[in-house]
Protein backbone atom coordinates (compact mmCIF):
# COMPACT_ATOMS: atom_id res chain seq x y z
CA UNK A 1 0.00 0.00 0.00
CA UNK A 2 1.39 3.58 -0.90
CA UNK A 3 2.56 5.47 1.83
CA UNK A 4 0.22 8.59 2.93
CA UNK A 5 1.89 11.83 2.33
CA UNK A 6 1.34 15.88 2.58
CA UNK A 7 2.62 17.63 -0.37
CA UNK A 8 3.67 21.30 -0.13
CA UNK A 9 4.41 23.09 -2.76
CA UNK A 10 6.19 26.79 -2.16
CA UNK A 11 7.90 25.04 0.51
CA UNK A 12 11.23 26.86 0.76
CA UNK A 13 10.03 29.85 2.64
CA UNK A 14 7.07 31.90 4.24
CA UNK A 15 3.75 30.33 4.36
CA UNK A 16 5.48 27.04 3.30
CA UNK A 17 7.38 26.62 5.71
CA UNK A 18 4.87 27.03 8.43
CA UNK A 19 2.87 24.57 6.83
CA UNK A 20 5.25 22.14 7.01
CA UNK A 21 6.22 22.71 10.38
CA UNK A 22 2.52 22.97 11.77
CA UNK A 23 1.46 19.64 9.54
CA UNK A 24 4.93 17.60 10.82
CA UNK A 25 4.12 18.44 14.25
CA UNK A 26 0.09 16.97 13.33
CA UNK A 27 2.16 13.44 12.67
CA UNK A 28 2.10 14.08 8.71
CA UNK A 29 4.54 12.59 6.32
CA UNK A 30 5.67 15.07 3.92
CA UNK A 31 7.07 15.54 0.78
CA UNK A 32 8.45 19.54 0.32
CA UNK A 33 8.83 20.81 -3.38
CA UNK A 34 10.14 24.58 -4.38
CA UNK A 35 12.75 25.56 -6.42
CA UNK A 36 15.52 26.20 -3.74
CA UNK A 37 17.09 22.83 -2.76
CA UNK A 38 19.48 23.82 -0.30
CA UNK A 39 16.42 25.35 1.93
CA UNK A 40 14.19 22.57 1.50
CA UNK A 41 17.22 20.39 2.27
CA UNK A 42 17.72 22.29 5.80
CA UNK A 43 13.77 21.93 6.33
CA UNK A 44 13.51 18.08 5.93
CA UNK A 45 16.61 17.91 8.42
CA UNK A 46 14.99 19.47 11.09
CA UNK A 47 11.46 18.18 10.55
CA UNK A 48 11.85 14.46 9.92
CA UNK A 49 9.94 12.28 7.91
CA UNK A 50 10.11 14.38 5.16
CA UNK A 51 11.26 14.23 1.35
CA UNK A 52 12.56 17.30 -0.39
CA UNK A 53 11.85 17.76 -4.07
CA UNK A 54 13.65 20.79 -6.25
CA UNK A 55 11.08 21.75 -8.62
CA UNK A 56 10.54 24.36 -11.19
CA UNK A 57 6.29 23.81 -11.29
CA UNK A 58 6.51 26.66 -13.81
CA UNK A 59 8.01 24.24 -15.94
CA UNK A 60 6.11 22.66 -18.75
CA UNK A 61 5.16 19.16 -17.63
CA UNK A 62 6.06 20.01 -13.85
CA UNK A 63 3.57 18.82 -12.38
CA UNK A 64 3.08 15.55 -14.18
CA UNK A 65 6.96 14.71 -13.47
CA UNK A 66 6.38 15.42 -10.09
CA UNK A 67 3.53 13.20 -9.51
CA UNK A 68 5.71 10.51 -11.18
CA UNK A 69 8.39 10.73 -8.74
CA UNK A 70 5.59 10.25 -6.12
CA UNK A 71 4.56 7.28 -7.69
CA UNK A 72 8.12 6.15 -7.73
CA UNK A 73 8.50 6.60 -4.22
CA UNK A 74 4.79 4.88 -3.51
CA UNK A 75 3.94 7.80 -1.92
CA UNK A 76 -0.22 9.18 -2.25
CA UNK A 77 -1.36 12.35 -1.42
CA UNK A 78 -3.69 12.53 1.12
CA UNK A 79 -3.26 16.43 1.56
CA UNK A 80 -2.39 18.71 -1.43
CA UNK A 81 -1.42 22.19 -0.34
CA UNK A 82 -1.18 24.36 -3.42
CA UNK A 83 1.13 27.20 -1.87
CA UNK A 84 3.93 27.66 -4.26
CA UNK A 85 3.18 31.05 -6.13
CA UNK A 86 4.37 34.76 -6.36
CA UNK A 87 3.27 38.46 -7.30
CA UNK A 88 4.76 41.48 -9.39
CA UNK A 89 3.89 44.86 -8.80
CA UNK A 90 3.68 47.35 -11.61
CA UNK A 91 2.14 48.49 -14.50
CA UNK A 92 0.96 45.85 -16.59
CA UNK A 93 2.26 47.07 -19.54
CA UNK A 94 5.92 47.39 -18.26
CA UNK A 95 6.34 44.85 -16.39
CA UNK A 96 8.01 41.87 -17.89
CA UNK A 97 6.20 39.65 -20.37
CA UNK A 98 7.85 36.31 -19.31
CA UNK A 99 7.34 36.57 -15.76
CA UNK A 100 4.01 37.62 -16.18
CA UNK A 101 3.39 34.18 -18.01
CA UNK A 102 5.11 32.59 -15.53
CA UNK A 103 3.07 33.46 -12.74
CA UNK A 104 -0.05 32.61 -14.74
CA UNK A 105 1.56 29.16 -15.36
CA UNK A 106 2.71 28.71 -11.49
CA UNK A 107 -0.62 30.34 -9.57
CA UNK A 108 -3.07 29.03 -11.67
CA UNK A 109 -1.66 26.22 -14.45
CA UNK A 110 0.65 24.21 -11.64
CA UNK A 111 -1.88 24.68 -9.38
CA UNK A 112 -4.73 23.47 -11.61
CA UNK A 113 -2.82 20.10 -12.86
CA UNK A 114 -1.90 18.99 -9.50
CA UNK A 115 -5.51 18.97 -8.36
CA UNK A 116 -6.11 17.42 -11.13
CA UNK A 117 -3.64 14.75 -10.73
CA UNK A 118 -4.16 13.63 -7.31
CA UNK A 119 -8.50 13.81 -7.23
CA UNK A 120 -9.02 10.89 -9.05
CA UNK A 121 -6.94 8.36 -6.35
CA UNK A 122 -9.11 10.60 -3.65
CA UNK A 123 -12.18 9.91 -4.88
CA UNK A 124 -10.93 6.36 -5.36
CA UNK A 125 -10.29 6.05 -1.65
CA UNK A 126 -13.20 8.54 -0.81
CA UNK A 127 -10.84 11.14 1.51
CA UNK A 128 -8.44 13.70 0.92
CA UNK A 129 -8.17 17.17 0.87
CA UNK A 130 -7.10 20.06 -1.05
CA UNK A 131 -5.79 23.44 0.58
CA UNK A 132 -5.28 25.92 -2.24
CA UNK A 133 -3.42 29.65 -1.57
CA UNK A 134 -5.52 32.12 -2.87
CA UNK A 135 -5.61 35.73 -1.28
CA UNK A 136 -8.20 38.80 -0.25
CA UNK A 137 -6.67 39.96 -3.55
CA UNK A 138 -9.25 37.19 -5.15
CA UNK A 139 -12.43 39.15 -3.91
CA UNK A 140 -11.46 42.70 -6.36
CA UNK A 141 -9.52 43.62 -9.30
CA UNK A 142 -5.99 44.99 -8.95
CA UNK A 143 -4.31 47.93 -10.75
CA UNK A 144 -0.53 47.41 -10.75
CA UNK A 145 -0.65 43.61 -9.47
CA UNK A 146 -3.59 43.10 -12.54
CA UNK A 147 -2.34 39.78 -13.05
CA UNK A 148 -1.80 38.80 -9.58
CA UNK A 149 -5.30 39.53 -8.47
CA UNK A 150 -6.53 37.85 -11.48
CA UNK A 151 -4.63 34.14 -10.67
CA UNK A 152 -6.40 34.59 -7.29
CA UNK A 153 -9.78 35.11 -8.32
CA UNK A 154 -8.88 32.21 -10.67
CA UNK A 155 -8.09 29.95 -7.69
CA UNK A 156 -11.05 30.80 -4.83
CA UNK A 157 -13.11 30.08 -8.50
CA UNK A 158 -11.77 26.99 -9.29
CA UNK A 159 -11.43 26.25 -4.96
CA UNK A 160 -14.72 26.87 -4.56
CA UNK A 161 -15.89 24.49 -7.74
CA UNK A 162 -14.15 21.76 -6.27
CA UNK A 163 -15.45 22.18 -3.02
CA UNK A 164 -18.81 21.52 -4.32
CA UNK A 165 -17.74 18.33 -6.57
CA UNK A 166 -15.77 16.07 -4.23
CA UNK A 167 -17.52 16.83 -1.28
CA UNK A 168 -19.79 13.91 -1.80
CA UNK A 169 -16.85 11.80 -2.25
CA UNK A 170 -15.25 12.55 1.18
CA UNK A 171 -12.71 14.94 0.16
CA UNK A 172 -12.14 18.64 1.27
CA UNK A 173 -11.08 21.29 -1.03
CA UNK A 174 -10.62 25.01 0.81
CA UNK A 175 -9.20 28.35 -0.44
CA UNK A 176 -7.35 29.94 2.15
CA UNK A 177 -7.37 33.70 1.31
CA UNK A 178 -4.97 36.00 3.58
CA UNK A 179 -4.35 39.04 3.50
CA UNK A 180 -0.97 40.97 4.27
CA UNK A 181 1.36 38.61 5.52
CA UNK A 182 4.99 39.15 7.00
CA UNK A 183 6.80 36.69 4.06
CA UNK A 184 8.98 37.37 0.77
CA UNK A 185 6.33 38.08 -0.92
CA UNK A 186 6.49 42.08 -0.98
CA UNK A 187 10.06 41.61 -1.71
CA UNK A 188 9.62 39.08 -4.70
CA UNK A 189 6.84 41.38 -5.99
CA UNK A 190 9.26 44.35 -6.20
CA UNK A 191 7.56 46.25 -2.84
CA UNK A 192 8.60 46.65 0.55
CA UNK A 193 5.06 47.71 2.05
CA UNK A 194 4.46 50.98 4.11
CA UNK A 195 3.55 51.75 7.20
CA UNK A 196 -0.53 50.37 6.51
CA UNK A 197 0.76 47.55 5.30
CA UNK A 198 3.28 46.74 7.62
CA UNK A 199 0.66 47.33 10.35
CA UNK A 200 -2.23 45.23 8.72
CA UNK A 201 0.18 42.18 8.19
CA UNK A 202 0.04 38.88 9.89
CA UNK A 203 2.39 36.57 11.14
CA UNK A 204 2.62 33.46 8.79
CA UNK A 205 2.32 31.07 11.71
CA UNK A 206 -0.96 32.13 12.32
CA UNK A 207 -2.07 32.57 8.78
CA UNK A 208 -0.94 28.92 8.82
CA UNK A 209 -3.07 27.84 11.66
CA UNK A 210 -6.17 29.42 10.42
CA UNK A 211 -5.68 28.20 7.24
CA UNK A 212 -5.49 24.57 8.28
CA UNK A 213 -8.72 24.78 10.67
CA UNK A 214 -10.49 24.66 7.20
CA UNK A 215 -9.71 20.95 6.95
CA UNK A 216 -11.68 20.17 10.61
CA UNK A 217 -14.67 22.34 9.54
CA UNK A 218 -14.60 21.97 5.83
CA UNK A 219 -15.24 25.52 5.35
CA UNK A 220 -14.59 26.53 1.22
CA UNK A 221 -13.16 29.70 1.83
CA UNK A 222 -11.01 31.14 4.79
CA UNK A 223 -10.21 34.61 5.40
CA UNK A 224 -7.68 34.72 8.68
CA UNK A 225 -8.29 38.36 10.42
CA UNK A 226 -11.28 40.83 10.79
CA UNK A 227 -10.40 43.41 8.78
CA UNK A 228 -9.40 40.87 5.64
CA UNK A 229 -12.94 39.51 6.17
CA UNK A 230 -14.15 42.96 5.93
CA UNK A 231 -11.96 43.92 3.22
CA UNK A 232 -12.88 41.01 1.46
CA UNK A 233 -16.44 41.95 1.19
CA UNK A 234 -16.01 45.74 -0.59
CA UNK A 235 -17.32 44.13 -3.54
CA UNK A 236 -20.65 43.65 -2.17
CA UNK A 237 -20.88 47.45 -0.63
CA UNK A 238 -18.88 49.83 -3.00
CA UNK A 239 -19.32 50.28 -6.90
CA UNK A 240 -16.61 48.03 -8.39
CA UNK A 241 -16.05 51.42 -10.46
CA UNK A 242 -14.85 52.94 -6.88
CA UNK A 243 -13.81 49.81 -5.38
CA UNK A 244 -10.60 49.65 -8.53
CA UNK A 245 -9.85 52.85 -7.67
CA UNK A 246 -9.09 52.54 -3.94
CA UNK A 247 -7.24 49.03 -4.97
CA UNK A 248 -4.73 50.53 -6.90
CA UNK A 249 -3.64 53.14 -4.62
CA UNK A 250 -2.62 50.44 -2.30
CA UNK A 251 -0.28 47.72 -1.95
CA UNK A 252 -1.91 44.15 -0.65
Not at 174 to 179: E, I, N, S, V
Request: hydrophobic fraction near 45%; charge should be positive.
Amino acid sequence: MASPVALITGASAGLGVDFARQLSAEGHRLVLVARRKDRLDALAAELGNTRAIACDLAAPRAAARLMDDLATHDEAVELLVNNAGFGLWGRFFELDAKQQREMIDLNVGALTDLCRAVAPAMVERGRGAILNLASTAAFQPGPRMAVYFATKAYVLSLTEALHEELKPHGIKVWALCPGPTRTEFGEVAGFTGNGAFDRLSADSASVVRAGLKGLDRNRAVVIPGLANKAGAQGHRFLPRSLLRKITGKIKL
